[in-house]
Structure formats: C-alpha cells, structure tokens
C-alpha cells in the first residue's frame, strides 16, 4: 500500500472528539498529538492481537496483586519444590486472597476465572473453562513446563480461589504439565 503524504480527514462521533479534546486539556498535548499517540497504541494492540483493554485490565490485576503481596515466581524454582505438601496452606490462602481481591471489584462470576489465572500464570498455554451438563464446571490448565510439583502448587491455589468465591471443589487431577479441577457453586 502506498504511503499517503499529507492529513486525512477521518469522521468520528462527537462524544469522542469531546473526550479527545477534555484529555488533551487535562494532559497539556495539543489533540492531534494526542490522537497520534492514542492511534499508535492502538496499531501495537492490533498487530499483537490483543486489546487494549484486556492489557489495561490485566495490568490493573498485576498492580493490584503486587499491592497484596504477590510475586513472580520462575517455574524451574516451583518445580524444585519438594516439601509442597508443608507449603499447601500457603497457597490456599494467596488462592483466598486473589478471591478477596475479585469479590472487591464484583468479579465473582465463573467467567472472571480465566482472566484473574491468565496474568498469573504466564507459562499457561492454554487456559479452559467448560460447563459440564450438570450445571458444574471444568477448569483445566495446560502449563507443560511444570512438573507436579508446579501443578500441584497451582491447584492449591486455584482450590484457595474456588473456596474464596464461594465455589465446592468436586475433584481435582494433578500430571506432569496438566491440572484440572471440577467445581461447582
């Protein structure tokens, strides 16, 4: 595609110009700066495949989680882990504090599960929720660099969560790089 030289005028609603031109105010930018700026960010979220929003609201989390304490942790140290079973009320309760964390903000709804397990466990390939028949769900993690240890360790975690939000764990399934757990409210 051809470079375009020069302006183009683009139609845009009257609420956005009016939000537009009160945040260049707030800010000190002139608006056409600003809608550069505002642009570019918008282009990165694009080619990444990710929206902004969801970026926002998971580093809002990180924030949030980092105010209560919580870290990253590398997977090889997890998985180093032997004396997990010592450590389990540990994890049961950081899962209870993310719960705590989520009920402040009204996100108690099973779809708000996936989005609060996505930013902290980052080696996840593969993050699922289903609804079985019986009206109970399935959670399942895929995070193949984890040993059982390291699973193990975030199965107690998620068990603190589901406890925290009010959720009964029906069974639980630990292996190398897989964990799932069946509950239901």
């Given at each position: 595609m051809p470079k375009r030289k020069g302006a183009t005028l683009i139609p845009v609603s009257e609420e956005i110009i009016d939000e537009i031109a009160s945040l260049a105010e707030r800010v000190g930018k002139p608006i056409r700066k600003l809608v550069e700026e505002i642009l570019n960010e918008g282009i990165k979220s694009y080619v990444?495949?990710?929206s902004l929003s969801q970026v926002v609201k998971e580093y809002m989390f990180l924030l949030e989680a980092k105010r209560l304490g919580f870290t990253l942790t590398p997977?090889?140290?997890l998985?180093?882990?032997d004396e997990l079973d010592d450590?389990?009320?540990d994890w049961v309760k950081a899962g209870k504090l993310l719960a705590s964390?989520?009920?402040a903000q009204g996100n108690t709804d099973t779809e708000n599960i996936v989005d609060t397990l996505k930013p902290i466990i980052m080696d996840a390939s593969e993050i699922l929720l289903t609804e079985n028949s019986d009206g109970s769900y399935k959670?399942?993690?895929v995070a193949l660099g984890r040993n059982k240890n390291g699973i193990r360790a975030l199965i107690y975690l998620?068990?603190?969560l589901l406890s925290g939000l009010g959720f009964t764990i029906l069974k639980e399934?630990?292996?190398e790089g897989i964990g799932m757990v069946e509950f239901r409210r």
């Open positions: 990444y495949g990710v997977i090889a140290i998985n180093k882990i450590m389990k009320d964390m989520l009920r959670l399942t993690i998620i068990r603190g399934t630990i292996d």
